[in-house]
């Protein structure tokens, strides 16, 4: 027996000996995991991070170089150079500058690389370029690595990176012992261990430097795409203030409005990024709140609610928490800048000024829900607010087809909705299933957040469908999707509905689709704040200039000829199946967010989501019973 211990222990000590490099290495693995995790969690005062790469997608090249220095107490400073673009944020004390300009125009004087260490000192601004700043009291902290510890936390199938536990990081050195090379190698003075990680055709290599850990390289090859990042912690923090241009447009910002709509816009940003290469996954978990309950159809989310208005805001903010925070980010805060570059003027301005002028006109039981919303949420009012300015943005087409046209007499109500997929409002995707005190029940397909709708049906078989036109600015009436909403609560026949339509003021110029398969008939609206046309079946105006016999067709230009040419081939055979193909390209567009098909008179519904990179008639269509679903709405205490 003590034979056979020395032997064993003499094969350990032996073991040890050989992998002595290898079980450091992997020591320091364990080190470098705990780092990592310890700074996705904000715990790293100052740092300096440098980013290269060349990327190629779909043929084209992209650039990109930037600098990001950090120094907690409200200093940071972001410098990127992204193809023929340059980015700049600077934080310093009581001010915050953010420059777009073109990569030319905005050259340092100094410039930077990673090699070189070199960062930009001063700015020079020229044509064309924005800059937007504020000055003021503001604690928001700039800490990028935290900010990307927050999206892998956010994000469902990354959100272990940034808690993981001991023996998980025991796990990862015990993974690269047995996986990983080590080497060692010397670059720009310093000394470096490095682990190049197996990762198919990929080479991946980590560099940890000999200076107590505080130099680190992360660099990416695989023969197309390259991406070097250096990342050196306890770096001073060095910059200056940008040298304004007197040709740059400059705006002037409140400084906690300006730091809010860097952070949250970067934060969904980044999600994003994730979220467009694999769709987040949903718990499929059942929950309830006071009178509302979020359930599952098939991985879809469904949410039931009734009650008083403000019950509803409430239910939906308390079970749709994070999906509303995500999808007020989106529209507010990522859009911000998407609209701020190209406009040259602030987003949030243009959409307060919208609110203000179509708040008077928005009934008091929308305001009390989405105080609800808010109070559950955690999300501000304001926000919440702006938010539902956002719907009057969209773009779309639909139908309604009855009698002659199908198979059996019986009406389908087509709804196509276009919108920006890059947004990622599909990952929200809720259909509600709502029952306000004193008003019909109605189901909405819609998202997270937003009190209005775009796409419904209520119980009384009344269907309602929008397409977006021109006038972008006439605000001075009830915002397009309150009004849509308005019109499920209140319209028990199609003739109520246009009553609703023609006697409330309105928005912008908006064209509509409603149904009524009670009789069965539908009708088309073209209308603006001074314009109330109302189309019938097989009845023709400038803009719709081909009708069909029963039928209402509502789309423009091209995709309006082919709806016509895919309804005039069916017409007579038109079942669900044949209807929802009525949706396919290229009658909706390749930002096709969502489709829906209403049988009302069968009380049920199909509705398909945009995917990652496939518009929403490409992906499945889920079906849905409102029947039933009321029946679980009836239920809920």
């Not at 290269?52 to 084209?60: A, D, F, R």
């Not at 805001?313 to 999906?323: H, T, V």
């Not at 019986?410 to 990952?427: A, F, N, P, S, V």
């Amino acid at each position: 027996m003590k034979k056979a211990l020395l032997i064993i222990a003499g094969i350990i000590v032996l073991f040890i000996i050989i992998f002595w490099g290898r079980i450091g290495n992997s020591i320091d693995v364990y080190s470098i995991v705990s780092n990592v995790t310890e700074s996705l969690n904000g715990k790293n005062d100052s740092y300096t991070l440098y980013v290269e790469g060349n990327i190629n997608l779909n043929n084209k090249k992209d650039t990109l170089t930037a600098g990001f220095s950090y120094k907690r107490g409200n200093h940071f400073l972001a410098d990127v150079y992204y193809n023929d673009s340059r980015y700049s944020i600077i934080r310093q004390g009581d001010s915050t500058q953010v420059f777009i300009g073109s990569s030319e125009s905005g050259k340092p004087k100094e410039g930077y690389s990673i090699s070189s260490k070199k960062q930009a000192e001063e700015q020079n601004t020229g044509k064309s370029d924005l800059i937007v700043q504020g000055k003021g009291n503001d604690q928001t902290e700039f800490d990028i690595i935290n900010l990307l510890g927050k999206i892998l936390n956010d994000y469902p199938q990354t959100n272990k990176i940034p808690n993981l536990s001991w023996y998980e990081k025991t796990a990862i050195s015990i993974w690269s012992f047995l996986y990983c090379s080590f080497d060692d190698e010397e670059k720009d003075g310093v000394e470096y261990h490095v682990i190049s990680i197996p990762l198919g055709s990929k080479n991946l290599q980590l560099w940890y430097g000999n200076d107590n850990g505080n130099t680190f390289r992360l660099i990416s090859d695989d023969k197309k795409n390259t991406i070097n990042v250096k990342l050196v912690l306890n770096e001073p923090f060095k910059t200056k203030p940008l040298s304004i241009g007197s040709e740059a447009t400059v705006l002037n910002v409140e400084i906690s409005e300006l730091n809010t709509a860097i952070y949250r816009g970067a934060l969904r940003t980044g999600g994003l990024l994730l979220e467009n290469i694999e769709p987040p996954t949903v718990d499929g978990i059942e929950k309830t709140y006071g009178k509302g309950k979020l359930i599952y159809n098939e991985g879809n989310r469904v949410l039931l609610a009734k009650g008083t208005h403000k019950e509803i805001g409430q239910a939906e903010g308390a079970l749709l928490k994070d999906e509303i925070r995500k999808m007020v980010d989106a529209t507010l805060y990522t859009m911000c800048w998407v609209y701020t570059i190209d406009k040259k003027e602030w987003f949030i301005d243009a959409f307060r000024d919208a609110y203000k002028r179509e708040s008077p006109f928005i009934p008091e039981r929308f305001q009390e829900e989405m105080a609800g919303m808010a109070e559950t949420s955690g999300v501000p009012l304001k926000e919440i607010q702006l938010t539902n300015v956002f719907p009057a943005l969209f773009h779309c087409s639909g139908f309604a087809l009855f009698k002659s046209a199908t198979i059996d007499g019986k009406l389908y109500h087509g709804r196509i909705l276009d919108y920006i997929t890059e947004l990622g409002l599909q990952y929200s995707a809720v259909v509600y299933i709502i029952n306000p005190d004193n008003y019909n029940a109605f189901a909405n397909v819609g998202y997270a957040g937003f009190v209005g709708s775009v796409t419904g049906m209520n119980e009384k078989q009344v269907t309602f469908g929008e397409m977006g036109g021109g006038g972008e600015g006439d605000w001075d009436g009830m915002p397009m999707a309150f009004l849509m909403r308005d019109g499920l609560e209140r319209a028990n026949t199609l003739d109520e509905g246009l009553k609703i339509f023609k006697e409330t003021p309105r928005t912008c110029e908006y064209y509509y689709v409603i149904s009524d398969s009670k009789i069965p008939d539908a009708r088309g609206l073209s209308t603006s704040p001074d314009r109330f046309i109302v189309i019938k079946p097989n009845e023709a105006i400038e803009t719709l200039d081909q009708p069909v016999k029963d039928a209402v067709l509502m789309s423009a230009g091209n995709r309006y000829k082919k709806l016509v040419e895919r309804v005039k081939a069916e017409h007579g055979k038109i079942d669900a199946q044949k209807a929802i193909h009525l949706m396919d390209r290229p009658v909706s567009m390749k930002s096709n967010l969502h489709s829906a098909l209403f049988a009302p008179e069968s009380m049920e519904f199909w509705v398909a989501n945009a995917g990652v990179h496939t518009p929403a008639s490409k992906e499945p269509y889920y079906h849905y019973s409102f029947a039933d679903l009321l029946n679980q709405l009836d239920k809920l205490k």
